[in-house]
């Protein structure tokens, strides 16, 4: 039987204009929290965030936002000093060429995560408004929603345990649990919210790095049988976390201990961690993160989208990224519910699940007061 040729009638798609980035504004304000809460490495009372917005000849306008720290080596001063070179190199490039604005950025520093958070986020956002369509469906559409954790910060336990039955009545079923350098407190705290809150609770820990390593494994061998999903970066040495993954019987995630996508493959190497928690703040944004999560991904490792202490733009960059890959299996993404007021919208939120809106891009709204007193030309 001789083959059949199909002849292929479908046109060849050419983009309708060209776009080229013509300006670029950028401002740093810090938004409040309604509640401080606080954690091994100290308190977090503010979103200290560098807004960006790029805008193109065709009058597609990207947003992005980033939060400088000193967890990033960055700050406001640093940003702003940054933000005028990358858009001394960045003014005329094709937006949609993403490769070459992210070269662009990396010729002017290999450093300042936060800074290429905020402008990588603008840069997508352009290419899902150019597209007309929501960016996880043009970054491949694994999930339509995904189930966000919601932080119970450190405090006493009688205290931790009213904050932790308040979110559940309010629909969350995973609680992402502060723990600190006191392991007998931590182990106390996790069986009261245990017992208060029965086995229909998914129950994570997170040590910032806090605990010893002999401490650490004490805690995972104190709490195996109470059900926890897994414990996030326990020891702060990679040898440590080396050691614990090893032998742990609960999954061990790996957050600090990433420096950068480069640093990722040694650790991968060394199984130095079951899960990686990707927070595209500290490593540059959405482009190093479809990066760092195939890399997980041929070595079998399971991704966790993370935060800092973000509002809804780069939340909705990670929620975005979470929905597109299939290797994204849990997300933390719930630091914008604790802002006093919100600088964006375009997130919504039911019974702990967390949903893009379905306009184009990010999907976001922006409150047109942030850039009011943005950086002039």
């Known amino acids: 039987m001789r083959p059949v040729k199909e002849k292929c009638n479908i046109p060849i798609q050419k983009y309708p204009y060209p776009v080229k980035i013509e300006d670029i504004e950028y401002v740093y304000r810090k938004v409040p929290m309604e509640k401080a809460f606080t954690t091994a490495t100290g308190g977090v009372s503010n979103s200290s965030s560098f807004f960006v917005r790029i805008i193109t000849d065709e009058g597609i306008v990207g947003y992005g936002c980033g939060y400088p720290t000193s967890f990033t080596d960055e700050d406001a001063r640093s940003a702003s000093y940054f933000s005028d070179l990358f858009k001394q190199s ?40 150019y597209h007309d369509a929501p960016l996880y469906k043009l970054l491949g559409g694994d999930k339509p929603k995904i189930r966000s954790s919601i932080t119970i910060g450190m405090d006493e336990t ?115 961690f079951h899960i990686a928690n990707i927070k595209l703040n500290r490593f540059g944004g959405i482009s190093q993160g479809l990066k760092m999560i195939s890399a997980c991904e041929l070595s079998e490792k399971p991704c966790m989208l993370g935060c800092m202490s973000e509002n809804a733009i780069s939340i909705a960059a990670s929620l975005h990224l979470a929905l597109a890959l299939g290797n994204v299996h849990f997300a933390d993404l719930d630091t914008f519910l604790f802002l006093k007021y919100q600088p964006a919208k375009g997130i919504s939120l039911k019974n702990g699940y967390l949903r893009p809106s379905s306009y184009p891009g990010l999907g976001i709204t922006i409150e047109n007061k942030i850039f009011k007193k943005a950086r002039p030309s």
């Open 158 to 272: 009688e205290k931790m345990v009213r904050d932790a039955v308040y979110w559940k009545r309010k629909g969350f079923d995973h609680l992402k649990v502060k723990l600190g350098p006191d392991l007998d407190n931590d182990i106390e705290v996790i069986r009261a919210l245990r017992e208060e809150l029965g086995q229909d609770v998914f129950i994570r820990c997170d040590a910032n790095g806090s605990l010893s390593l002999g401490d650490a494994k004490r805690f995972v061998m104190s709490v195996k049988d109470m059900d926890i999903e897994f414990l996030e970066q326990p020891v702060t040495e990679e040898a440590d976390m080396v050691n614990l993954t090893e032998t742990s019987p609960v999954r061990i995630v790996a957050d600090e201990t990433i420096r950068d996508r480069f640093h990722l493959q040694s650790l991968l190497h060394k199984n130095a």
């Open 90 to 129: 960045m003014k005329g490039l094709d937006p949609l060429r993403r490769e070459r604005v992210l070269s662009a950025m990396e010729s002017v520093t290999f450093g300042n995560p936060s800074l290429k958070f905020a402008f990588d986020t603008a840069v997508w956002d352009i290419f899902g408004k």
